[in-house]
């Protein structure tokens, strides 16, 4: 199975930003995001897993209400990889973030784990008030 390794996590007092990415190893048929809905989610010590955005094969996007405004999904087929543009970053956004693919090209509004069946192991973000 294809391995989704994220990157770009860290530390950012509140109102900053970040820019997460997640690539794609050993996948050799071409684009992998450009076959399956991507999406990030994001869980927080206690709390379930949440869907914060996704993005389909032909660039449609979806987002959580809690990010709208604020995060952009986006990717880059050649380079197989997705990305996670986060500002104005709150202290509520803290949490360990996983990108994540789906079992076809359609995302579902809202963002349901149950779709995805690929996960990476995820990055930690951490924003201080």
């Known amino acids: 199975q294809v391995q989704l390794v994220e990157s770009g996590g860290g530390s950012v007092q509140a109102g900053g930003s970040l820019r997460l990415s997640c690539a794609a190893s050993?996948?050799?048929?071409?684009?992998?995001?450009?076959?399956?809905?991507m999406a990030w989610f994001r869980q927080a010590p206690g709390k379930e897993r949440e869907g914060v955005a996704a993005?389909?094969?032909?660039?449609?996007?979806v987002y959580a209400d809690s990010v709208k405004g604020r995060f952009t999904i986006s990717k880059d087929n050649a380079k197989n990889t997705l990305y996670l543009q986060m500002n104005s970053l709150k202290p509520e956004d803290t949490a360990m973030y996983y990108c994540?693919?789906?079992?076809?090209?359609?995302?579902?509004?809202?963002?349901?784990?149950?779709?995805?069946?690929?996960w990476g192991q995820g990055t930690q973000v951490t924003v201080s008030s």
């Open positions: 994540a693919a789906g079992r076809g090209t359609y995302c579902y509004d809202p963002v349901r784990a149950d779709w995805y069946n690929n």
């Open positions: 050993a996948y050799t048929y071409g684009s992998y995001y450009s076959r399956y809905c």
């Open positions: 993005i389909d094969t032909a660039g449609g996007t």
